[in-house]
Protein backbone atom coordinates (compact mmCIF):
# COMPACT_ATOMS: atom_id res chain seq x y z
CA UNK A 1 0.00 0.00 0.00
CA UNK A 2 1.20 3.67 -0.67
CA UNK A 3 0.77 5.91 1.11
CA UNK A 4 1.88 8.70 -1.72
CA UNK A 5 0.94 7.89 -5.42
CA UNK A 6 2.55 10.19 -8.03
CA UNK A 7 0.55 10.92 -11.53
CA UNK A 8 2.19 10.76 -14.10
CA UNK A 9 5.56 8.25 -13.97
CA UNK A 10 6.69 9.94 -17.14
CA UNK A 11 6.59 12.93 -19.05
CA UNK A 12 8.27 14.35 -22.17
CA UNK A 13 6.90 17.96 -23.07
CA UNK A 14 7.97 20.49 -25.49
CA UNK A 15 9.66 23.61 -24.14
CA UNK A 16 7.72 26.45 -23.14
CA UNK A 17 4.50 23.91 -22.28
CA UNK A 18 2.06 24.30 -19.16
CA UNK A 19 3.45 20.89 -16.88
CA UNK A 20 1.25 19.54 -14.23
CA UNK A 21 2.30 16.40 -12.07
CA UNK A 22 -0.24 15.34 -9.26
CA UNK A 23 0.30 13.63 -5.70
CA UNK A 24 -2.70 12.24 -3.63
CA UNK A 25 -2.04 10.61 -0.31
CA UNK A 26 -3.69 8.62 2.17
CA UNK A 27 -2.54 9.85 5.40
CA UNK A 28 -2.69 12.11 7.61
CA UNK A 29 0.42 14.68 7.18
CA UNK A 30 1.43 18.10 8.66
CA UNK A 31 3.21 19.04 5.73
CA UNK A 32 3.86 17.98 1.70
CA UNK A 33 7.17 18.33 0.19
CA UNK A 34 8.18 18.61 -3.54
CA UNK A 35 11.19 17.89 -4.40
CA UNK A 36 13.18 18.22 -7.49
CA UNK A 37 16.57 15.34 -8.42
CA UNK A 38 18.82 15.50 -11.16
CA UNK A 39 20.78 12.81 -12.97
CA UNK A 40 23.72 13.46 -10.44
CA UNK A 41 21.42 12.67 -7.70
CA UNK A 42 21.28 15.99 -5.99
CA UNK A 43 18.35 16.89 -4.42
CA UNK A 44 16.52 20.15 -4.10
CA UNK A 45 13.55 20.94 -1.99
CA UNK A 46 11.24 23.26 -4.13
CA UNK A 47 8.14 23.69 -1.74
CA UNK A 48 6.97 23.22 1.60
CA UNK A 49 3.40 23.14 1.53
CA UNK A 50 0.59 23.04 4.56
CA UNK A 51 -2.09 24.67 3.11
CA UNK A 52 -2.60 26.74 0.05
CA UNK A 53 -0.60 27.75 -2.85
CA UNK A 54 3.24 28.84 -3.15
CA UNK A 55 4.72 30.49 -6.18
CA UNK A 56 8.49 30.76 -6.84
CA UNK A 57 9.47 31.80 -10.10
CA UNK A 58 8.36 29.61 -12.57
CA UNK A 59 7.26 26.56 -10.20
CA UNK A 60 3.54 26.59 -8.59
CA UNK A 61 2.04 24.37 -5.77
CA UNK A 62 -1.03 23.83 -4.33
CA UNK A 63 -2.66 21.36 -1.58
CA UNK A 64 -6.22 20.63 -1.09
CA UNK A 65 -5.68 19.23 2.41
CA UNK A 66 -9.80 18.21 2.36
CA UNK A 67 -9.24 16.14 -1.11
CA UNK A 68 -5.41 14.83 0.14
CA UNK A 69 -4.06 16.29 -3.53
CA UNK A 70 -1.51 18.46 -4.27
CA UNK A 71 0.04 19.87 -7.60
CA UNK A 72 3.19 21.66 -8.95
CA UNK A 73 2.45 23.45 -11.81
CA UNK A 74 5.91 24.10 -14.18
CA UNK A 75 4.83 27.51 -16.62
CA UNK A 76 6.74 27.97 -19.45
CA UNK A 77 8.91 24.65 -19.46
CA UNK A 78 12.64 24.53 -20.38
CA UNK A 79 14.95 21.69 -20.81
CA UNK A 80 16.91 22.82 -17.60
CA UNK A 81 13.09 21.72 -15.94
CA UNK A 82 14.13 18.06 -16.86
CA UNK A 83 14.68 16.43 -13.75
CA UNK A 84 13.10 13.58 -11.83
CA UNK A 85 10.15 15.44 -9.11
CA UNK A 86 9.41 14.20 -5.91
CA UNK A 87 6.56 14.09 -3.79
CA UNK A 88 6.48 13.41 0.10
CA UNK A 89 4.68 13.92 2.98
CA UNK A 90 5.35 14.43 6.79
CA UNK A 91 4.45 13.65 9.68
CA UNK A 92 5.57 11.17 12.27
CA UNK A 93 6.79 9.41 8.98
CA UNK A 94 8.13 10.70 5.98
CA UNK A 95 6.71 8.78 2.99
CA UNK A 96 7.98 9.51 -1.12
CA UNK A 97 6.13 9.45 -3.94
CA UNK A 98 7.93 7.33 -6.46
CA UNK A 99 8.42 10.09 -8.46
CA UNK A 100 7.97 11.68 -12.03
CA UNK A 101 10.67 11.73 -14.77
CA UNK A 102 9.94 14.94 -16.81
CA UNK A 103 12.06 15.75 -20.24
CA UNK A 104 11.84 18.98 -21.70
CA UNK A 105 12.78 18.55 -25.48
CA UNK A 106 13.98 22.59 -26.98
CA UNK B 1 26.85 29.87 3.82
CA UNK B 2 28.34 26.19 3.31
CA UNK B 3 25.62 23.44 2.46
CA UNK B 4 25.17 20.09 3.97
CA UNK B 5 28.52 17.58 3.81
CA UNK B 6 28.43 13.97 3.42
CA UNK B 7 31.59 12.09 3.93
CA UNK B 8 32.50 9.74 2.52
CA UNK B 9 31.01 10.47 -0.82
CA UNK B 10 31.85 6.69 -1.93
CA UNK B 11 31.97 3.18 -0.06
CA UNK B 12 32.74 -0.20 -0.87
CA UNK B 13 32.36 -2.49 1.84
CA UNK B 14 31.73 -6.32 2.30
CA UNK B 15 28.64 -8.44 3.50
CA UNK B 16 28.84 -8.27 7.11
CA UNK B 17 30.99 -5.18 7.99
CA UNK B 18 29.53 -2.48 9.41
CA UNK B 19 29.74 0.81 7.98
CA UNK B 20 29.55 4.39 9.61
CA UNK B 21 28.27 7.64 7.23
CA UNK B 22 29.16 11.06 8.71
CA UNK B 23 26.35 14.17 7.81
CA UNK B 24 27.43 17.69 8.87
CA UNK B 25 24.08 20.04 8.64
CA UNK B 26 24.55 23.62 7.47
CA UNK B 27 24.94 26.08 10.55
CA UNK B 28 22.68 26.77 12.67
CA UNK B 29 20.71 23.83 11.73
CA UNK B 30 19.51 21.50 14.48
CA UNK B 31 17.35 18.85 12.90
CA UNK B 32 19.15 16.21 10.73
CA UNK B 33 16.88 13.56 8.76
CA UNK B 34 18.68 10.24 7.02
CA UNK B 35 17.50 8.81 3.97
CA UNK B 36 17.91 5.51 2.04
CA UNK B 37 17.28 5.72 -1.78
CA UNK B 38 17.56 2.61 -3.65
CA UNK B 39 16.40 1.79 -7.57
CA UNK B 40 13.63 -0.77 -6.31
CA UNK B 41 12.23 0.61 -3.23
CA UNK B 42 12.97 4.38 -3.94
CA UNK B 43 13.60 7.06 -1.60
CA UNK B 44 12.66 5.92 2.56
CA UNK B 45 13.01 7.48 5.47
CA UNK B 46 15.59 6.57 8.31
CA UNK B 47 14.97 8.91 11.05
CA UNK B 48 15.18 12.27 12.30
CA UNK B 49 17.37 13.74 14.83
CA UNK B 50 17.29 17.31 16.90
CA UNK B 51 19.02 18.57 19.43
CA UNK B 52 20.53 15.11 19.88
CA UNK B 53 17.47 13.20 20.00
CA UNK B 54 16.08 11.14 17.93
CA UNK B 55 12.17 12.67 17.05
CA UNK B 56 11.14 9.73 14.63
CA UNK B 57 12.11 6.51 12.93
CA UNK B 58 11.01 5.04 10.08
CA UNK B 59 10.64 1.37 9.55
CA UNK B 60 14.05 -0.45 9.52
CA UNK B 61 15.52 -3.02 11.13
CA UNK B 62 17.80 -2.25 14.45
CA UNK B 63 20.87 -2.51 12.58
CA UNK B 64 20.60 0.88 11.22
CA UNK B 65 21.09 3.48 14.00
CA UNK B 66 22.29 7.12 14.23
CA UNK B 67 23.18 9.56 16.41
CA UNK B 68 23.79 13.59 16.47
CA UNK B 69 26.55 15.30 18.50
CA UNK B 70 25.89 18.76 20.60
CA UNK B 71 27.30 20.23 17.25
CA UNK B 72 24.77 18.94 15.57
CA UNK B 73 26.70 16.55 13.36
CA UNK B 74 24.95 13.42 12.68
CA UNK B 75 26.04 10.31 12.00
CA UNK B 76 24.27 6.75 11.22
CA UNK B 77 25.22 3.45 10.94
CA UNK B 78 24.94 0.59 9.85
CA UNK B 79 25.77 -3.14 11.26
CA UNK B 80 26.34 -6.32 9.97
CA UNK B 81 25.72 -5.29 6.15
CA UNK B 82 23.67 -6.99 3.48
CA UNK B 83 23.73 -7.02 -0.51
CA UNK B 84 20.30 -5.06 0.10
CA UNK B 85 21.85 -2.13 1.96
CA UNK B 86 23.47 -0.76 -0.98
CA UNK B 87 22.30 2.36 -1.44
CA UNK B 88 22.76 6.22 -1.79
CA UNK B 89 21.63 7.46 1.43
CA UNK B 90 21.05 10.99 1.87
CA UNK B 91 20.90 13.82 4.87
CA UNK B 92 19.31 16.69 5.18
CA UNK B 93 19.67 19.81 7.96
CA UNK B 94 16.86 22.18 8.50
CA UNK B 95 16.85 24.93 11.32
CA UNK B 96 14.15 23.72 13.48
CA UNK B 97 12.19 20.83 12.71
CA UNK B 98 11.64 19.56 8.71
CA UNK B 99 7.72 20.31 9.07
CA UNK B 100 8.58 23.71 10.03
CA UNK B 101 11.29 25.04 7.65
CA UNK B 102 12.37 23.39 4.24
CA UNK B 103 14.99 20.79 4.09
CA UNK B 104 18.69 21.29 2.44
CA UNK B 105 19.65 17.63 1.19
CA UNK B 106 23.85 16.92 1.19
CA UNK B 107 25.16 15.33 -1.92
CA UNK B 108 25.22 12.10 -0.67
CA UNK B 109 26.84 8.86 0.19
CA UNK B 110 27.05 6.30 -2.31
CA UNK B 111 27.15 2.88 -0.42
CA UNK B 112 28.30 -0.98 -2.56
CA UNK B 113 27.77 -3.87 -0.11
CA UNK B 114 29.60 -6.65 -2.20
Known amino acids: KNEVEQSPQNLTAQEGEFITINCSYS?????LHWLQQHPGGGIVSLFMLSSGKKKHGRLIATINIQEKHSSLHITASHPRDSAVYIC????????FGTGTSLTVIP | KAGVTQTPRYLIKTRGQQVTLSCSPISGHRSVSWYQQTPGQGLQFLFE???????NKGNFPGRFSGRQFSNSRSEMNVSTLELGDSALYLC?????????????FGPGTRLTVT
Open chain 2, 92 to 104: ASSLVHRDSYEQY
Open chain 1, 88 to 95: AISGNQFY
Open chain 2, 49 to 55: YFSETQR
Open chain 1, 27 to 31: VGISA
